[in-house]
């Protein structure tokens, strides 16, 4: 079986090599579920394909950047994407980044999620996904490895809906507009400004922007500018220099939309998810290969 174990210092060209022939050997296992471990440097970029199992994407360490037609997914530590089988993806790694997937067969069990989304992960979630990669891979499993890929599957669809998506509308009018606000971020646009620079009436906006989206445009600016963020806030960058950047006129104004969108305080948020993810990380990184 290929897997990542041992590449977190390889370079570009043996990550492509690994990424082939697991992609190839993704398609020709069996079994409900496999799951596989991955280090990557920082920079990295997995290019666009797809597979015929959906993709829990889990970061211990790192953030990814997930960008689809849809739109674009960004997967901090504590969290994990969920990719439908067939959909055309690339990753981008923001630092060194540990990865934990798990490909799961459609209709594996019923109540899968059917769309894109980031999802917390749950201290149960996370220790079956790092229980799951210690088992063989491929096949049906019996006995105890059998009940923990049981019971992983079957918390896929009870994990929380995190708001890190940024999909992006299908009219191309709409979507030229979101990929300008999202080279330059702010939180003053309008949806008169919006609704003029498409050529529609408000109303014809405000409905074409959430049927195509599913968020009006207050939230999806709002996410856009909290995407905008946490890559620069991990970095370590000040809370003050990154919301004068996005064009907030007072720190306290931004630190109130990032707890409105995310539960904590920008400071609270990467402290936890940082020291959470070495927590989580180091003593797997330190174990043995399977």
């Excluded at 992609?23 to 596989?36: F, H, I, K, R, T």
């Excluded at 739109?71 to 055309?88: F, Q």
């Excluded at 079957?154 to 708001?163: A, G, K, S, V």
Aim: glycine share 10%; hydrophobic share 40%; charged share 20%.
């Amino acid at each position: 079986m290929p897997h990542g174990r041992d590449i977190f210092r390889a370079g570009n060209a043996d990550l492509g090599r690994l990424h082939e022939s697991r992609w190839q050997w993704l398609e020709e296992v069996s079994g409900p579920a496999v799951a596989l471990p991955t280090e990557y440097p920082d920079g990295y970029h997995v290019p666009q394909h797809r597979h015929s199992r959906s993709q829990l994407l889990h970061a211990l360490v790192g953030v990814v950047l997930v960008t689809t037609r849809y739109g674009r997914w960004m997967v901090p530590p504590d969290h994990a994407m969920w990719i439908p089988a067939g959909t055309e993806h690339s990753v981008e790694m923001l630092g060194d980044v540990s990865m934990r997937s798990v490909y799961v067969m459609p209709g594996a069990i019923p109540g899968l999620p059917e769309g894109l989304r980031v999802v917390g992960v749950t201290e149960l979630m996370h220790s079956l996904i790092v229980e799951s990669e210690k088992l063989p891979q491929g096949g049906e499993l019996e006995g105890r490895g059998g009940l923990i890929m049981n019971l992983l599957l079957h918390e896929i669809p009870t994990l929380p809906e995190r708001p890190l998506g940024l999909p992006f509308p299908s009219d191309p009018r709409l979507a030229a507009l979101c990929r300008r606000f999202v080279a330059a971020p702010s939180p003053h646009a309008t949806i008169d400004e919006w609704a003029d620079a498409a050529g529609m009436s408000r109303r014809s906006f405000t409905r074409a922007f959430h049927r195509q989206t599913g968020l009006s445009l207050s939230t999806w600016r709002q996410q856009a500018c909290l995407f905008a963020a946490l890559p620069r806030l991990a970095d370590g960058e000040p809370i003050t220099r990154v919301a004068l950047d996005l064009g907030y006129d007072s720190v306290p104004a931004f630190i109130t939309m990032f707890k409105r969108m995310l539960g904590a305080s920008p400071r609270g948020y990467m402290r936890g998810a940082r020291d959470e993810g070495m927590r989580r990380a180091q003593p797997r990184l330190e174990g043995p290969a399977p």
